[in-house]
Nanobody, 124 residues
Framework: QVQLVESGGGLVQPGGSLRLSCTASGFTFDYYAIGWVRQAPGKEREGVSCISRGAGTTIYTDSVKGRFTISRDNAKNTVYLQMNSLKPEDTAVYYC?????????????????WGQGTQVTVSS
């Protein structure tokens, strides 16, 4: 059974940092591109970042470039999202998602599997 479990969310002041983790089980992690998608209250889901199965390709939405960094540890079946210089507009539920791909460089926001999400709140 495919499972994606997010952790690391919470309440942080503007300018602060959080590191989200996504731990996967039930599939061959190395074959999957992994991404983070967020949804703020009253807004549509937004792709935040993606990392290819080979980790050679990473993409970020413009609003987080230079502040967020995605990485993966295939030995631990885990993807991380380091979030620095957080802003109130980063407040959202952050979902981890996965898609099996043949290309080692593919990255995007079209996913087959989703986690339950973790809440990130940026507020003073």
């Amino acid at each position: 059974q495919v499972q994606l479990v997010e952790s690391g969310g919470g309440l942080v002041q503007p300018g602060g940092s959080l590191r989200l983790s996504c731990t996967a089980s039930g599939f061959t992690f190395d074959y999957y591109a992994i991404g983070w998608v967020r949804q703020a209250p009253g807004k549509e889901r937004e792709g935040v970042s993606c990392i290819s199965r080979g980790a050679g390709t990473t993409i970020y939405t413009d609003s987080v470039k230079g502040r967020f960094t995605i990485s993966r540890d295939n030995a631990k079946n885990t993807v991380y999202l380091q979030m620095n210089s957080l802003k109130p507009e980063d407040t959202a539920v952050y979902y981890c998602a996965a898609r099996m791909v043949y290309s080692s460089s593919w990255c995007g926001y079209d996913y087959n599997y989703w986690g339950q999400g973790t809440q990130v709140t940026v507020s003073s």
